[in-house]
């Protein structure tokens, strides 16, 4: 027998080791008190200011639900917050294995909390989403509609009610990573606005207001403003009475992509 054959064992002895540690030795969260502490402090330093002191969520996914659309369980939550959700802002964490199913652990005693319940007429709400807020310009839910802004298809399952109604009310408070507003000025003096989709040391690439794709050397321009902070979304504080905004907050609420 080759030397080689000889080490097959041990090569593929090494490479399970490898994939367990990739996806945490011990496979089960670590929910003693002492654990269930400490994970709770790593939540509040480290978590609570994008999902929300109780799991309400806000910036990030709203935690306080039986069942999470990303992590339907304990392997896949530890997963996600290890190594983050990739084209979205849950970035990787550099923890400990222990430190990281202590955090499993305090996070399912979240989703045992009640979540927070939308209040309005889901079905009026999809009427005015798609004709008075004029939605599907931008947005786009089941692969239809507008690519301006982020995609809904999943809303529901990863932001509150309240941060919902915030968004449409006033767009400004929490901008999504990824969606920077630009304000281009070519050098013939064509001004144009839209979202960053992508930028080098050399070109950059947006999406205008009217949902078309551009693309530009930035020796083409004479301006190129970045607006962190800026949405092209318009509020919606003006345009649908409080009553409208209960039931488009509930309709966004009711999306929650494929269960």
């Known amino acids: 027998m080759g030397i080689f054959q000889r080490m097959v064992p041990f090569l593929l002895c090494a490479c399970a080791l490898w994939a367990q540690g990739l996806t945490g030795a011990a496979s089960k969260p670590f929910s003693t008190p002492t654990d269930l502490a400490a994970g ?44 983050g959700i990739a ?11 222990h430190e990281l199913w202590q955090l499993v652990a305090f996070v399912r005693t979240l989703g045992q909390a009640a979540p927070q319940k939308a209040v309005g007429d889901s079905a009026n709400g999809k009427n005015l989403y798609a004709g008075k807020g004029g939605c599907t310009r931008c947005h786009t839910i089941d692969g239809r509609g507008g690519a301006i ?7 529901g399952a990863r932001r509150s009610p309240a941060y919902l109604r915030e968004s449409l009310a006033n767009p400004e408070a929490a901008v999504p990573d990824g969606f920077l507003e630009v304000q281009l000025v070519t050098r013939n003096g064509r001004r144009i606005t839209g979202v960053r989709l992508n930028e ?39 345009v649908f009475t409080s009553s409208e905004l209960d039931d488009i907050v509930a309709y966004l609420d009711s999306l929650r992509g494929a269960q």
């Open 149 to 155: 802004g982020p995609d809904l298809t999943e809303i």
């Open 40 to 83: 709770q402090r790593l939540y509040q330093t480290q978590c609570a200011s994008c999902h929300g002191a109780r799991g309400e969520g806000g910036r990030g996914a709203a935690l306080a639900r039986p069942r999470l659309l990303r992590a339907p369980n304990d392997q896949a939550m530890f997963n996600v917050i290890a190594y």
């Open 200 to 238: 080098d040391t050399f070109s950059i690439q947006i999406r205008d207001l009217s949902g078309e794709f551009r693309s530009f050397f930035k020796s083409e321009l004479k301006e190129l403003n970045r607006m962190p902070g800026k949405s092209p979304m318009p509020s919606y504080a003006g």
């Open 87 to 97: 084209d979205s802002e849950m970035p990787g964490h550099w923890f400990t294995d």
